[in-house]
C-alpha cells in the first residue's frame, strides 16, 4: 500500500484520467473530492464490500432452491400441454 502525506488543498493523480483532492480536515475526518470520469465505478469502501457481499452470496445455490425450480418449471410444463 502507498501512503502519502497531503495537506488540504493538495492532491494526487491516479493514471492520466482521475484526480484526488483533500478539500477540508477537521479534527479526524478528511474530506476529499474526486474527479474522474463519469463511466468510472467510484464507491464508498464499506458500500462495495457490501455490494460484494450479496454478490457473492446471489450466486450459491442450495439443492431446495434447484429443486423448487424444478417443480416450476414441471408445473408451466404441464400446464402449457
Known sequence: MLVL???KGEG???????EI???DIRGSAVRIGLNA???????RQEVYQKIQQENREATRWKAADLDSLLAIEKT???ETE
Open 21 to 23: 483532492q483533500i478539500v
Open 76 to 78: 408451466v410444463i404441464k
Open 5 to 7: 502525506t497531503r495537506k
Open 12 to 18: 494526487i493523480i491516479i493514471g492520466d484520467d482521475i
Open 37 to 43: 470520469p463519469q463511466d468510472k465505478k467510484i464507491y
